[in-house]
């Protein structure tokens, strides 16, 4: 479909350097950490606003950021443009839930830019899926080919449960609208002791039968929520499928933290994700943008630069991208994650993105 919008017509007209296209043929020097890994992939934080409450990534009376606060399209696009600047090569838009914000798919549509030019390999969302029954048809348009959608449990009552209020249904509908419309999807869940851990095989079976990824995830210390009673070490998880499932080696890498298996039976990919048990920061390659414009360079320390001062202190992306490759240089060797810590990192996870 086409659409037009004060945002879309500027993108159109980009006579200013605000989008980078002029800065990407000057700048070759890619971002590259104290340790030498380069970074190429930036997960933005759309809002910290979302149409549900997981109790693992919001607090249950969630104060939400004044909108003067949260950066606009505008300043998302010119930063992400920046970064793909700088030599990214994977966009990952969170949230909060990313698509409850105003103007998405403005948004998506101006990034799907970077796509054509060759500059971005690929833009992608984490969504809890609710909404894909609007949007889908618009994602695959604008040159998504994949999303990941969260979903920690199939049964309705104990989804209800961890979401505050969620319906399961409306996050079943929006996963098959969002394959009919042709979307890879990856389905993420957080392995929760007391809530889930009866159904890890469900859901091993039910994404076989339907062809998609899935990935068992470490639940995390953030928002200084105290949660070592849910904690299910993956070894564990692990343990438990392979006493049913027959699970063999793969060497894909999906650009995340992932570390995957082939499940033998359905013949798709399993993936783990362990932040506590076994640390993937030896090659980690990404770096986190929040709604406010701060730039997280580890999900589990507390630090960050703040990039929206710059941002809207001058419209000279010299100065902006030298403020990123400093920040850059303060990126650590590795991430402070300790169950036994719930205090080390303040920021919740919606506000930090996922």
Known sequence: MTCSSP??????QAPRPLLLERAAARVVEPLVDPFGRAVSYLRVSLTDRCNLRCHYCMAEDMTFLPKAEVLTLEEIDRLCASFVALGTRKLRLTGGEPLVRSGVMDLVRALG????SGALDELTLTTNGTLLVRYAKELVAAGVRRV???????????????????Q????????QAAADAGLEIKINAVAMKGINDGEFHRLVSW???????????????LGGIERSDQYIPMSEVRAALEARWTLQPSSHRSGGPAR??????TGQRLGFITPL?????????????????????????????DLRAPLRRSSDDGQLIDVIREAIRHKPKGHDFSIARPGAVSRFINVTGG
């Open 260 to 265: 995957y298996m082939t499940v033998k039976e």
């Open 7 to 12: 945002f879309l017509d500027q993108i159109g």
């Open 113 to 116: 830019r970077h796509l054509k």
């Open 168 to 175: 399961l249904g409306k996050v079943l509908d929006g996963i």
């Open 277 to 305: 048990t076994h640390s993937f920061c030896e090659s980690c390659n990404r770096v986190r943008l929040t709604c406010t414009g701060q730039l997280c360079m580890c999900l589990g320390q507390d630090d960050a630069v």
């Open 207 to 221: 994404c076989g039968e339907r062809g998609y990824d899935l990935t068992f995830i470490e639940i995390m210390p």
């Open 148 to 166: 990941n959608v969260s979903l920690d449990t199939l049964d309705p009552d104990k989804f209800r449960a961890v979401t505050r209020f969620g």
